[in-house]
């Protein structure tokens, strides 16, 4: 019976719901951008534009024009003006910053810091965790606080918690990290899937 039934029934909810929710969740996506373009276009009286799909691609033209836009160094100028007057508001700042430093993330294009690595978190009796070096260098204000000479340079890390959109930010000296050759989407699917997730293609990572 159990062969018969549960297992087939199992391995065919294995196959397809993870396809159902990505279809869902990409469905959902495109359906919001689709919605904020036949807003623009109601809003600026276009509405003879109004057909399936137009609002997916008005968003899509709006992109690209900002992005080209951007390439102008008076837009980027203006551009970081409006920014940085935004960011004065104190509940927006947090918002917004937190926002773009995330998308910041996962943006190819920017030479950035991040670097995968193994935590020795074994004295705290959490044993060896994969962290990312967020950055080498912490804010002046904490700097002054945590600092200890006795344990030499701290390091800026981010912890991801598997199944969870969240993680802790911890500050660890450079005795307790070993440096990964390792991508960080790769190292952040199999955080967040708590070891699932595997690239059995990929070479195993050496720590440096």
Known sequence: ?????????????????PILITAWVAWSALKWINSLGLSAITTVGLDFLNFPGSGLIIMLVILFLVGWLLKFSFIDWFYQRVETAVMRFPVIKTLYGAVKDFANMFDKSKDKNQQVAVVDLQAQGMGMMIGIITSEQLPSKIADVVNDNSTGKLLTVYIPMSYMVGGFTLFLPESKIKRLDWSFEKAMRFALTAGVSQDSQAEPSKAK
């Open 1 to 17: 019976m159990k062969d018969l039934i549960i297992k087939p029934l199992l391995k065919g909810a294995l196959v397809v719901l």
